[in-house]
């Protein structure tokens, strides 16, 4: 009768045992889910936050800067070419 009582004991304890791994496994499993979950959205909203703050330059300050360059080009091609005598 003893004998049935402690591997009776020894099987609970198993049992037992066996039941407390499963459930820290699914906790574990959770959490990590909830994780990547947290994380997959930082990722986007650090994507979204990257976009808003870009510096998108104008049109109009591009199209000064190429115009720019073209007069300092013609001025350095077509130079002074004679020296004012007399003045008007």
Same mark, same amino acid.
């Given at each position: 009768?003893?004998? $049935?009582?402690?591997?009776?004991?020894?099987?609970?304890?198993?049992?037992? $045992?066996?039941? +407390?791994?499963?459930? $820290?496994?699914?906790? =574990?499993?959770?959490? %990590?889910? +909830? %994780?990547?979950?947290?994380?997959?959205?930082?990722?986007?909203?650090?994507?979204?936050?990257?976009?808003?703050?870009?510096?998108? +330059?104008?049109?109009? =300050?591009?199209?000064?800067?190429?115009?720019?360059?073209?007069?300092?080009?013609?001025?350095?091609?077509?130079?002074?070419?004679?020296? +004012?005598?007399?003045?008007?």
């Amino acid at each position: 009768m003893r004998a $049935l009582t402690q591997r009776s004991l020894s099987f609970l304890f198993e049992y037992l $045992l066996l039941n +407390a791994v499963r459930q $820290l496994r699914r906790r =574990e499993s959770r959490f %990590h889910e +909830a %994780h990547l979950i947290q994380a997959l959205r930082q990722e986007v909203l650090a994507e979204r936050d990257q976009i808003l703050a870009r510096k998108i +330059a104008t049109p109009v =300050e591009v199209t000064a800067r190429f115009i720019g360059s073209l007069q300092i080009r013609l001025v350095i091609s077509y130079g002074a070419r004679e020296s +004012a005598r007399d003045g008007p």
